[in-house]
């Protein structure tokens, strides 16, 4: 199994410019997330999909968009890009097993740096 | 109220050390307490999970200590190597709703 795979892992953009920034697992989990780390500010949930054709926002969804069409992508597409959207970004999924602990598979994570 | 405090920022010891890392929260509704590990350059990994109804978890030489009245847990790693050397999170979260809520970080440093 490749597990959490992200593309690209190095990114420039200018301000304004959209882009998508890609995401697969090959684990068949149900549940997949996006993340942007700052520095000290920790991991931040930007959007998540429960399955496929099921997303929900979360705490700092503007400026992105998410869709969920099949079970292994979940691309995250930046509509207008911002200076203020600096970060690396990780993707995760996961899976539950009744009875243990939920775990979250994190991929290597894009660095976007907005001009 | 969804947040989670986390301390020190930074923390060095030396080999053979006990760090210990701190966090806290306020939302009595989390049921879900996982600490990741971060080396540079890598995304986190799991690194030890524990539910509100067990005061102590032991993995290795990773521990977790939770206190549910003070809405408190811990990370303690026993006989610290410098491999153990990495940013850890702490994060909380309603188990099923998958929104995790993340701790600012730890950068350990663990001197040969």
């Known amino acids: 199994n490749a597990g959490v795979t992200q593309t690209p892992k190095f990114q420039v953009l200018k301000t304004g410019q959209s882009m998508t920034l890609q995401c697969a697992q090959d684990m068949n989990h149900e549940y997949m997330s996006w993340y942007r780390q700052d520095p000290g500010m920790g991991l931040r949930l930007i959007h998540y999909?429960?399955?496929?054709?099921?997303?929900d926002q979360g705490e700092v969804p503007n400026g992105y968009n998410v869709s969920r069409s099949t079970t292994e992508d979940f691309p995250l597409r930046l509509l207008s890009a911002a200076p203020s959207q600096t970060s690396v970004y990780f993707c995760?999924?996961?899976?539950?097993?009744?009875?243990?602990?939920?775990?979250?598979?994190f991929g290597p994570g894009t660095r976007l740096t907005v001009l | 109220q969804q947040q989670v405090k986390q301390s020190p920022q930074s923390l060095i010891v030396q080999k053979g050390g006990i760090p210990i890392i701190n966090c806290a929260y306020e939302?009595?509704?989390?049921?879900?307490f996982p600490w990741y590990q971060q080396f540079p350059g890598k995304g986190p990994a799991l690194l030890i999970a524990?539910?509100?109804?067990?005061s102590e978890k032991k993995e290795g030489r990773f521990t977790i200590s939770f206190n549910k009245s003070a809405k408190q847990f811990s990370l303690h790693i026993m006989d610290s190597q410098p491999g153990d050397s990495a940013t850890y999170f702490c994060?909380?979260?309603?188990?099923?709703?998958?929104?995790?809520?993340f701790g600012t970080g730890t950068r350990l440093k663990v001197l040969a």
């Open positions: 994060a909380a979260s309603i188990q099923g709703t998958y929104k995790y809520i």
């Open positions: 995760a999924s996961s899976y539950r097993v009744a009875g243990a602990v939920d775990t979250q598979y």
């Open positions: 939302n009595t509704a989390f049921d879900y």
């Open positions: 999909s429960v399955g496929a054709g099921i997303t």
């Open positions: 524990i539910r509100p109804d067990v």
